[in-house]
T-cell receptor, first 111, second 112 residues
Framework: NAGVTQTPKFRVLKTGQSMTLLCAQDMNHEYMYWYRQDPGMGLRLIHYSVGEGTTAKGEVPDGYNVSRLKKQNFLLGLESAAPSQTSVYFC??????????FGPGTRLTVT | AQRVTQPEKLLSVFKGAPVELKCNYSYSGSPELFWYVQYSRQRLQLLLRHISRESIKGFTADLNKGETSFHLKKPFAQEEDSAMYYCALSPAGGTSYGKLTFGQGTILTVHP
């Protein structure tokens, strides 16, 4: 039981490049979330999903897209990366009534 | 919209001293409050939630609706308590879908 895993762990992008971050959970959770963590700002919700095939915007969705084609996976895409998207990205999942379980994070640098 | 404020970015105490990490919130409805902890090189994990009213690793937190606070306390800090602590809020009810609003975080350092 791996819990929540994230791929990749680290990535460096140049401005304008695109990439996809993968989050996978093996707990059969309905809800999944993507947050970004920035110094002095805590974690902020980017997008979330309440079930397979559904997605919704969080607090800071601009510049990101997401997809939840399979219940266990939640993908976060950056179509044209900007330096302001340099951050640590965390994925989390939870059952309908439970705590959120977090992944180990992906450290992204955009130069 | 809800907001969570942790006024202390850094907090240093000596081993055995009491520690209090402050958390204030603003939300017009009925909130659920949480404390999450992130130890060095580990993932974020739930420390405690107000509805369970339990003590975890010696930590307690009481929801004070009058002062809109949810401060985290421990009477005798240990070196292994050194970590980043986040206070978080989720609106109660199914339509919130468990979304969390986090505070800015407090780095606690416990010196030997």
């Amino acid at each position: 039981n791996a819990g929540v895993t994230q791929t990749p762990k680290f990535r460096v992008l140049k401005t304008g490049q695109s990439m996809t971050l993968l989050c996978a959970q093996d707990m059969n959770h309905e809800y999944m979330y993507w947050y970004r963590q920035d110094p002095g700002m805590g974690l902020r919700l980017i997008h979330y999903s309440v079930g397979e095939g559904t997605t919704a915007k969080g607090e800071v969705p601009d510049g990101y897209n997401v997809s939840r084609l399979k219940k266990q996976n939640f993908l976060l895409g950056l179509e044209s990366a900007a330096p302001s998207q340099t951050s640590v990205y965390f994925c989390a999942s939870r059952e309908r009534v439970d705590e959120q379980y977090f992944g180990p994070g992906t450290r992204l640098t955009v130069t | 919209a809800q907001r969570v404020t942790q006024p202390e970015k850094l907090l240093s105490v000596f081993k055995g001293a009491p520690v209090e990490l402050k958390c204030n919130y603003s939300y017009s409805g009925s909130p659920e409050l949480f404390w999450y902890v992130q130890y060095s090189r580990q993932r974020l994990q739930l420390l405690l939630r107000h509805i369970s009213r339990e003590s975890i690793k010696g930590f307690t937190a009481d929801l004070n609706k009058g002062e809109t606070s949810f401060h985290l306390k421990k009477p005798f800090a240990q070196e292994e308590d050194s970590a980043m602590y986040y206070c978080a809020l989720s609106p109660a009810g199914g339509t919130s879908y468990g979304k969390l609003t986090f505070g800015q975080g407090t780095i606690l350092t416990v010196h030997p």
